[in-house]
């Protein structure tokens, strides 16, 4: 019975007896040629990733972020003109600490569809995280609104904004606007649920700064409310994997966009993937 309990764990971790996955590959099974299966099903092999990276399960993490990243492509591949792929991958390396990467990434999305407010708020966040001035974050998130933003998404942009530059009176506030107009996108970040409700600011800045895909990017706001700033701590050989992952992720998209230059997507050109250090003993 105890190995059974231990098999049934184990299966849980992998995603196995996820009914929500087993599902969604079904549907892409049914019709490997439908781009929105393709996406749908990388968010969620990214959401396992996510879960096995918080438990330092770094095998699992590899797997699923493999899989999450040839979704994704095959997404691309199947509908070089979708902008969801890009948004996704933009989000995924907000998380692995590579803001320029996700700036590019959805800036390609707004290129493919520039009348789609997502693009346009997700690009006001990333500007928050890389400094830029507040004015320019408002000028990204007026042009979302104008396009039919989620007025909660805007105000959380502007939460953030203030907060990081130093202003809690104003971001409780737009805070609280947050709340009365839609408490559901509290409930998400970076395509990952939230381990704890969010119903202060204090729990936004307590959680922003938990996390890696929000605390390192606004570590001076956390440092002045007093608040640890979580490292994204992993062994060299998963930092490795995933730099071979991007490595091949650029290819792809390379190979998907060359064929369509009038799409004007930048893809950055792939690069070399060090060897893996020797480790101790191992002879040079």
Not at 45 to 61: N, P
Request: one cysteine or more; hydrophobic letters at 40%.
């Amino acid at each position: 019975m105890k190995r059974l309990a231990l098999l049934v764990l184990a299966l849980l971790v992998l995603g196995a007896a996820d009914p929500e996955l087993a599902e969604l590959e079904r549907k892409r099974d049914r019709r490997p040629s439908d781009p929105e299966h393709r996406q749908a099903l990388a968010e969620a092999y990214y959401r396992h990733a996510r879960g096995a990276l918080d438990a330092r399960d770094f095998g699992t993490y590899e797997t699923y972020l493999g899989k999450a990243m040839d979704e994704a492509i095959e997404s691309a591949r199947l509908d070089p003109e979708s902008a969801s792929p890009h948004i996704f991958m933009g989000i995924v390396a907000a998380y692995q600490g590579d803001i320029d990467r996700t700036f590019r990434s959805l800036a390609n999305a707004r290129r493919l569809a520039p009348r789609s407010w997502v693009s346009y708020t997700n690009l006001a966040e990333t500007l928050i995280y890389k400094g830029s001035p507040r004015s320019d974050v408002e000028r990204w998130n007026t042009r979302g609104e104008k396009l039919g933003a989620d007025p909660a998404v805007a105000e959380l942009n502007l939460c953030l904004v203030s907060w990081r530059d130093g202003n809690l009176t104003a971001a409780d506030r737009h805070f609280k606007r947050v709340r009365r107009l839609n408490p559901a996108v509290l409930e998400s970040w970076n395509a990952a649920p939230v381990d704890q409700p969010i119903e202060r600011l204090s729990d936004l800045m307590g959680y922003c700064c938990a996390s890696p895909a929000c605390g390192p990017y606004l570590a001076a706001a956390c440092d002045a409310s007093e608040l640890e700033v979580a490292k994204r701590e992993i062994p060299e050989e998963v930092a490795l994997r995933e730099l071979r992952l991007e490595m091949e992720r650029r290819r792809k998209l390379e190979a998907i966009y060359e064929r369509r230059k009038d799409l004007e997507i930048e893809i950055e050109a792939p690069e070399p993937v060090p060897a893996p250090a020797p480790s101790a003993g191992t002879p040079r």
